[in-house]
């Protein structure tokens, strides 16, 4: 009696898979190592960077309050010169003011949103032009704490902090400047 020879695989049945070695588990652990280290420098870029993005954020709307104060300013200069070189009441200047200024956005602090956070000031209610010494030094319009529509004092109303790192104030030369608390007071 003959043997039979040994059994074999039908060649549909053969799998071509390469033999198993070990670099399968290097790369698992490199790959664990990269994602570690990932996981562990989003946070510590977040840290960084939301700061930064705070800041810039900040700058902005100051920028954007000194813009607007820029428009009232010249808004106001133009109602004078309209009218005789008189500056508008200070009770309505808010109304006087509207129709040289395009968007009514520009009467509201991007610090205090929805809120109007300016003032006019009392001491140059109604004064000619000509009237004022020094317009570079008088301020005209500026942040206030007061947040209704023509809103009018003199400067003991103006933001202490919280709105912007410093003060804006435009003046009755129609330039603006942006200053700390302390050097107004």
Not at 161 to 184: C, F, M, W
Request: hydrophobic share 35%; aromatic share 8%; glycine share 4%.
């Amino acid at each position: 009696m003959q043997t039979p020879p040994p059994y074999q695989q039908p060649p549909y049945a053969q799998t071509n898979q390469p033999p198993r070695n070990n670099s399968t588990k290097i790369v698992i652990i490199v790959l664990a190592c990269v994602l570690g280290f990932f996981c562990l420098l989003v946070p510590i870029l977040a840290a960084i960077l939301f700061p930064v993005f705070s800041q810039a954020k900040n700058s902005a709307k100051n920028t954007m309050c000194m813009s607007n104060l820029k428009q009232l300013s010249n808004g106001a200069l133009m109602y004078a010169a309209e009218n005789d070189d008189k500056l508008p009441f200070a009770t309505n200047w808010n109304d006087a003011v509207r129709k040289y200024v395009i968007k009514e956005d520009v009467f509201h602090c991007p610090g205090v949103p929805h809120m109007y956070g300016y003032a006019y000031s009392d001491s140059l209610t109604s004064l000619a032009l000509g009237q004022i010494a020094m317009p570079q030094n008088e301020p005209m319009i500026f942040d206030s704490n007061l947040r209704e529509p023509n809103a009018h004092s003199d400067l003991s109303t103006l933001p202490t902090s919280g709105r912007h790192t410093k003060v804006n104030l435009g003046y009755a030369d129609g330039h603006v400047e942006s200053k700390k608390p302390e050097q107004i007071r």
